[in-house]
């Protein structure tokens, strides 16, 4: 399988913290400072190959120059299965909070909402197969390494997903501007599938239908609708706030 590179310095040390194999990491020539002395210590005690390269040869290997300074040849990604986000909140002893995302095209979106459903107690993320943004540098990137501890299960069919996951008792939620109540007016509390869509379209049809309730957020400005990882920020910490607040 073909190897993949991470670039930046707060997502190359999450690796680190992980048992995920590291081929190689690539350093620009120069005197080290702040954490990447951090990363070459952890890399050296796990003896991991260090090169310094310039920095031309950097940014041909990381295919980008918003590298800071390091780039990692990584294994690539390891997609877990439905069955086994649920075993996650199953060993948790906690109710499955699942977020489906309805082809989100943009990885830094979905970098931005996997760092957010991490930082919420999320148990896993659905994306699809096609026509979707897949874990890749980018998303390494802007979820600040969050990707390397939260499950992301690809499936062929959304709408066959949320319906097996019925079957397991999730009561599914969908972000949707046309909602028929605001996401804080109703009950989020246990076994949930929180379904944000795609960026400009929002949830297709299909799906749509398949959702229990269809959830809005109050827009009271000018602008008519948000970010889809604003979307899912907001809706994420309701849950949060439901399950745990006061």
Known sequence: MKEQY??????IL???????HINTIFIAKGEPRGSINR???IAKDRNITIERV?????NRISGTSAHQGVAASVAPYEYSTVDDILCIAEEKDEPPFILILDGIEDPNNLGSIIRTAEAGGVHGIVIPKRRAAQ???????SSAGAVEFLAIAKVTN?????????DKGLWIYGADMGGEKFYFDWNLKGPIGLVIGSEGKGISRLVKEKCDVLL??????????????NAASILIYE????NHGS
């Open 14 to 20: 999450e690796i680190l913290r992980t048992d995920r």
């Open 158 to 166: 959304i709408s066959d997903t949320i319906d097996r996951l019925k």
């Open 135 to 141: 874990v890749t540098q980018a998303v390494y990137k």
């Open 54 to 58: 310039d920095k031309n040869r950097l």
């Open 239 to 242: 849950v949060v706030r439901q």
């Open 39 to 41: 990363i070459i210590e």
């Open 6 to 11: 991470v670039v930046g310095r707060n997502p």
């Open 216 to 229: 809005k957020i109050p827009m009271e400005g000018k602008i008519s609708s948000l970010n889809a990882s």
